[in-house]
Every structure is written in structure tokens, then in C-alpha cells.
């Protein structure tokens, strides 16, 4: 926990259950944190069209590969369809790199 926010929380602590509390945004920026990129599991389509990969791709990336771990760990099946974590997909974002060996 944020020094700011045990702060808040002991200054909060005190006041009425309908008393108003009001702050500048920077603080309430911190206290939220990032917004995050993907909300919930995903499937397999729509990770790949976050990815910008073909569905195909994104199913082998759950796979262990040449005995390295999966790119994208911790996938699962329910109803049909093969879900992803959205922090697997979160993970990829930042360092998506095309190389010459994966399909377009």
C-alpha cells in the first residue's frame, strides 16, 4: 500500500459516513493506478486482433515451444473456446516484435 493511500484512509477514517472529501487529481491518478490495457480473459480471436497476429499464431503461443514456456502462459478451455489471461496478453504488448519466421 502507497504512503498516500494509508494516508487517505487514516484521514478518512475520521470523518462522517456522508461527509464529502475532495482531491486533486494527481493523488487520485496515484491512488488508481494505470488503467489497465485488457480488461478479463480473452480468446484466442480476440487476442490475436489485439496482437495483430493470426488466430493460429496465438494458439501456438499458449503452447510450450522446444521446451521454453508458453508466450502466452496460463490459457485454458471453457465452452468451446481457448481463453488467455489478459496479463499474458498485457505482457506481449509493450515488446510485439515481428521476426521473420512468424506468419503474417
Same mark, same amino acid.
Given at each position: 500500500?502507497?504512503?498516500?493511500?494509508?494516508?487517505?484512509? $487514516?484521514?478518512?477514517?475520521?470523518?462522517?459516513?456522508?461527509?464529502?472529501?475532495?482531491?486533486?487529481?494527481?493523488?487520485?491518478?496515484?491512488?488508481?493506478?494505470?488503467?489497465?490495457?485488457?480488461?478479463?480473459?480473452?480468446?484466442?480471436? +480476440?487476442?490475436?486482433?489485439?496482437?495483430?497476429?493470426?488466430?493460429?499464431?496465438?494458439?501456438?503461443?499458449?503452447?510450450?515451444?522446444?521446451?521454453?514456456?508458453?508466450?502466452?502462459?496460463?490459457?485454458? $478451455? $471453457?465452452?468451446?473456446?481457448?481463453?488467455?489471461?489478459?496479463? +499474458?496478453?498485457? +505482457?506481449?504488448?509493450?515488446?510485439?516484435?515481428?521476426?521473420?519466421?512468424?506468419? $503474417?
Amino acid at each position: 500500500m502507497t504512503d498516500t493511500l494509508r494516508d487517505l484512509r $487514516r484521514a478518512v477514517a475520521f470523518l462522517p459516513a456522508g461527509a464529502t472529501v475532495s482531491l486533486p487529481v494527481g493523488v487520485l491518478r496515484q491512488l488508481l493506478g494505470p488503467e489497465p490495457v485488457v480488461e478479463g480473459d480473452l480468446t484466442a480471436a +480476440a487476442a490475436a486482433r489485439l496482437l495483430h497476429r493470426p488466430s493460429s499464431t496465438v494458439v501456438t503461443w499458449t503452447k510450450s515451444q522446444n521446451g521454453k514456456p508458453p508466450k502466452l502462459a496460463g490459457a485454458y $478451455r $471453457r465452452g468451446g473456446h481457448l481463453w488467455i489471461p489478459a496479463a +499474458a496478453v498485457e +505482457a506481449l504488448l509493450p515488446g510485439q516484435h515481428r521476426s521473420d519466421d512468424e506468419p $503474417r
